[in-house]
């Protein structure tokens, strides 16, 4: 059974950072795509950076626009975990936190687009205000 639990979100001040992490079980998580997506209220689900799952065996790692240079994706497959260093963080980066993974061959950027995932943690919140 694919389960994802996220953990590490909270209040922080713009200009701060956090690190969230996405803990997976009942899958390898090296073997799939597995990204980090966020929802705003009143705003629809985006990607914010994944690993893509390319046939070929591609791991390449993804970001948005918004993010790049700031976050930073990675993963420790021992602990079949995912990280994301959230670092000079604004206002507008608060929102629900969520990975999510499939099992479907996933290729490059495209692991950004929340259509391609069936699993999905629960979210953990992240509140950038002063």
């Known amino acids: 059974q694919v389960q994802l639990v996220e953990s590490g979100g909270g209040l922080v001040q713009p200009g701060g950072s956090l690190r969230l992490s996405c803990a997976a079980s009942?899958?390898?998580?090296?073997?799939?795509?597995i990204g980090w997506f966020r929802q705003a209220p009143g705003k629809g689900r985006e990607g914010v950076s994944c690993f893509s799952s390319g046939s070929s065996g591609d791991r390449s790692a993804y970001y948005a626009n918004s993010v790049s240079g700031r976050f930073t994706i990675s993963r420790d497959n021992a602990k079949n975990t995912v990280y994301l260093q959230m670092n000079s963080l604004k206002p507008e980066d608060t929102a629900v936190y969520y990975c999510?993974?499939?099992?479907?061959?996933?290729?490059?950027?495209?692991?950004?687009?929340?259509?391609?995932?069936?699993?999905w943690g629960q979210g953990s919140q992240v509140t950038v205000s002063s």
């Open positions: 999510a993974t499939d099992t479907s061959v996933i290729g490059g950027n495209k692991c950004l687009l929340p259509d391609w995932y069936d699993y």
């Open positions: 009942g899958f390898t998580l090296d073997e799939y795509a």
